[in-house]
Every structure is written in structure tokens, then in C-alpha cells.
């Protein structure tokens, strides 16, 4: 069983900075592309940004220059650094991953459950 857990969300002012972490755990034999999502308040859930198992990362224009993706291998976790945040960055931000649990068989996605980011003074 393979999960995903975030944490790092939270009330920050305009300007400010979060880092959030999503760590997979469980039978994990191979983890492909790991991305951020994010759903704001009436709206549709959104990608962020996206990193490749080699390190590639690639972000939605609205964040380009603010937020970085990163990723430890070696822990199975993912992280985005968001700096220079503002009021329309609020939303409940989803980690996504795509595992291969066994040698032998397929690739599944996986999602974490959400953590809340607020933006506002």
C-alpha cells in the first residue's frame, strides 16, 4: 500500500514564504514524475509543477520565478519551496506521484490528501 502524506501548509501574509513536503512510503519499487496541484477556493484543481525522476522541473507560468520544485530520492519526497507569495496562491495544494509498486507490473498515480495554504494579511 503506497501513500502519500504532505505537510508544511499553513497561514502565511503576502510576501511571505512556505516550503511543503510530501513524502511517499509503503511498497515502492520505482517513483516517476512527482507534481503539485492545486485546488483554489470554487475553483478546479490545477498543476503547479512538476518534476521528472531525473531532477527536471517544469512550472505553470503563474508561478514561474516564485515557487521551485524539488525532489529526495533517496527520502521519496518531493518538495516546493514558495516564496513571494500572494492572496490568489490560497488553495488546498495536492502532492501527486507516479509509482510503480513491484518490478513486475504496472504504474499507478497516487494523490496525498491535501494541505491548506492561506495567503492574506
Known amino acids: 500500500q503506497v501513500q502519500l502524506v504532505e505537510s508544511g501548509g499553513g497561514l502565511v501574509q503576502p510576501g511571505g514564504s512556505l516550503r511543503l513536503s510530501c513524502a511517499a512510503s509503503g511498497s515502492i519499487f520505482r517513483i516517476d514524475a512527482m507534481s503539485w496541484y492545486r485546488q483554489p477556493p470554487g475553483k478546479q484543481r490545477e498543476l503547479v509543477a512538476t518534476i521528472s525522476s531525473d531532477g527536471s522541473p517544469t512550472y505553470t507560468d503563474s508561478v514561474k520565478g516564485r515557487f521551485t520544485i524539488s525532489r529526495d530520492n533517496a527520502k521519496n519526497t518531493v518538495y516546493l519551496q514558495m516564496n513571494s507569495l500572494k492572496p490568489e496562491d490560497t488553495a488546498v495544494y495536492y502532492c501527486?506521484?507516479?509509482?510503480?509498486?513491484?518490478?513486475?507490473?504496472?504504474?499507478?498515480?497516487?494523490w496525498g490528501q491535501g494541505t491548506q495554504v492561506t495567503v492574506s494579511s
Open positions: 501527486h506521484a507516479e509509482i510503480k509498486p513491484k518490478i513486475l507490473g504496472p504504474r499507478y498515480i497516487y
